[in-house]
């Protein structure tokens, strides 16, 4: 069940800010989903590490302008890029050049079980990491019942604007970072969400970051390369 989706904040503070980067581009792809082409965007790390994992990265809202060019997305990528291991990011339904229709998060969690699919026929040993920021994160908790990642990574995930009261419990290593100055997801709600988990994530409360990591970028970056080596192997 999905809550109704309260846009009024989002429109106040502009959405996403037309600030997002191009994409570092390995391979850019149209792969076939459950409502039509998914568009995708692999990366180009400099050199594939030994043992490597495979990490996709879910975007945020679509209708307020989340994309896989979204900054904060952008960020998670090459935060993985130099982990030296390959990444995918994709467009959710009708956003870019992906077909089909907003769904709420519904078919959003089925377009990310189509492109891990294909990911895992690619890399058929590698394990799976799966991240996402604002509504990406929504959808990674909703869909991580069914995919079998090894690890999560949910950034300023929308816990007092969709149910997340009734998805299944995280049962592997993961990692929530939320800004304390965020204007659209109440930050208080997240904590307490946190602290409700039977398995608790590694959680970061960044003091001085809005929703969008504002000029917090490189520190959401560090956050997530020194949170990383802590989770358990």
């Known amino acids: 069940m999905t809550r109704q989706f309260d846009v009024s904040r989002l429109r106040e503070h502009h959405l996403y800010d037309g600030l997002e980067e191009g994409p570092c581009v390995g391979e850019d792809l149209l792969l076939p989903g459950p409502a039509g082409n998914i568009e995708v965007l692999t990366s180009c790390p400099p050199v594939i590490a030994d043992n490597f994992a495979v990490a996709v990265i879910c975007h945020p809202h679509p209708l307020y302008g989340g994309s896989m060019a979204n900054k904060v997305v952008h960020t998670l990528s090459t935060t993985f890029d130099d982990m030296n291991m390959p990444v995918l990011r994709f467009n959710f339904r009708g956003v870019g050049r ?27 040993s590698a394990p799976l990491w799966v991240a996402g920021f604002s509504f990406g994160a929504y959808v990674a908790m909703r869909a991580q019942p069914t995919i079998n990642a090894q690890r999560l990574l949910l950034v300023a995930p929308p816990v007092s604007l969709f149910d997340f009261e009734h998805l299944a419990p995280v049962t592997v290593p993961w990692m929530v970072i939320q800004g304390d100055r965020d204007e659209i997801v109440d930050s208080h709600a997240v904590v307490n969400w946190v602290k409700q988990q039977p398995r608790r994530p590694l959680f970061r409360l960044m003091a001085d970051a809005d929703h969008f990591f504002h000029g917090r970028t490189g520190r959401l970056r560090r956050a997530v390369e020194v949170g990383w080596n802590r989770l358990p192997r």
């Open 98 to 124: 992906s077909e089909g229709e907003f769904d709420q998060g519904n078919g959003e969690a089925e377009d990310l079980s189509a492109v891990i699919r294909w990911m895992r026929e690619r890399h058929p």
